[in-house]
């Protein structure tokens, strides 16, 4: 019984934090869960916001191949999204990728897993 309820318990604090709330804080940065990240979208990581979230009209933000710590910043984006955890992205409302089509997404340039103090 005791194992039942400690799984029980582990699945209600993840879906809660799954489900959390989400928002854009005053410096540009993205605060809350993510819903999916996608590889080779435009030539980068495109990541889906939460709670109806949007920058620049759009629920995904960009993160260019050519960012030098790309790889770092994916492996923090999916250990996040897989486990559930708020991520923050660092000032994603300063620079605007635009693509063919009139796609244009914000763009960041940093990602931390939980509530990192300095942004």
């Known amino acids: 019984m005791k194992k039942i309820f400690l799984a029980l318990a582990a699945s209600t604090a993840l879906s809660t934090t799954a489900n959390g709330a989400s ?5 540009g940065n993205y605060v809350g869960p993510i819903s999916s990240v996608a590889v080779n979208f435009f030539e980068g990581i495109g990541v889906g916001l939460t709670n109806g979230v949007t ?3 759009s629920p995904v933000v960009y993160l260019p191949y050519s960012n030098a710590h790309y790889k770092e910043i994916l492996a923090t984006l999916v250990a996040a999204q897989a486990s559930g955890q708020e991520v923050r992205m660092f000032r994603i409302m300063d620079t605007i990728s635009s693509f063919a089509g009139g796609h244009s997404y914000c763009t960041m340039t940093s990602a931390s897993i939980g509530p990192f103090p300095l942004w």
């Open 55 to 57: 920058c620049n009209g």
């Open 23 to 27: 928002w854009i804080d005053p410096n």
